[in-house]
């Protein structure tokens, strides 16, 4: 089937990667992301309609969007085609993007970071609050950094 035509978690790019953010997600933390005994395609299809935030970027110099489930997609007002070429730097407004940067180097020296809260701004400039946000490096197959995803459940839009 063309990509094209595939909805993202259908691709075996995501596929993969989905994988990689639940086992770097249990290796760091220690608990699960998701909880499922299913094949693969349906862990990527779960983890893709999960109804809390998962998103992450690469490892460019200026790290690129890679992952967003559909609640990522809505809270960004991106659709995946946006994400993927977006730098993550922003998902944060240019006043923000300072302790962003810090909270990604801390999480990358520990491995992760829990319990992050702070401001956001989507695609249209809306802006909104997100909180009891994990951030952990997303590990490939061979236990190397490809990369930093994060999560959360509680956000509330903010007045412009």
């Given at each position: 089937?063309?990509?094209a035509v595939q909805l993202p978690?259908?691709?075996?790019?995501?596929?993969?990667?989905?994988?990689?953010?639940?086992?770097?997600?249990?290796?760091?933390?220690?608990?699960?992301?998701?909880?499922?005994?299913?094949?693969?395609?349906?862990?990527?299809?779960?983890?893709?309609?999960?109804?809390?935030?998962?998103?992450?970027?690469?490892?460019?110099?200026?790290?690129?969007?890679?992952?967003?489930?559909?609640?990522?997609?809505?809270?960004?007002?991106?659709?995946?085609?946006?994400?993927?070429?977006?730098?993550?730097?922003?998902?944060?407004?240019?006043?923000?993007?300072?302790?962003?940067?810090?909270?990604?180097?801390?999480?990358?020296?520990?491995?992760?970071?829990?319990?992050?809260?702070?401001?956001?701004?989507?695609?249209?400039?809306?802006?909104?609050?997100?909180?009891?946000?994990?951030?952990?490096?997303?590990?490939?197959?061979?236990?190397?950094?490809?990369?930093?995803?994060?999560?959360?459940?509680?956000?509330?839009?903010?007045?412009?």
């Open positions: 089937m063309d990509s978690w259908q691709q075996d790019t995501i596929i993969c990667h989905s994988q990689r953010l639940l086992r770097s997600f249990q290796h760091w933390t220690g608990k699960t992301l998701l909880a499922v005994a299913e094949s693969p395609i349906e862990i990527a299809k779960q983890l893709f309609y999960a109804p809390f935030v998962v998103v992450s970027h690469g490892t460019e110099t200026d790290p690129i969007l890679n992952y967003g489930n559909q609640r990522a997609l809505e809270l960004w007002q991106m659709d995946w085609q946006q994400l993927i070429r977006t730098p993550s730097r922003y998902t944060a407004e240019p006043m923000e993007r300072e302790e962003r940067d810090r909270l990604l180097k801390q999480a990358k020296a520990q491995g992760y970071i829990s319990n992050y809260q702070g401001i956001r701004i989507s695609s249209t400039g809306q802006r909104f609050w997100i909180q009891d946000v994990v951030i952990w490096d997303v590990l490939d197959e061979q236990n190397y950094c490809c990369g930093q995803a994060a999560t959360f459940a509680s956000w509330q839009i903010l007045e412009n």
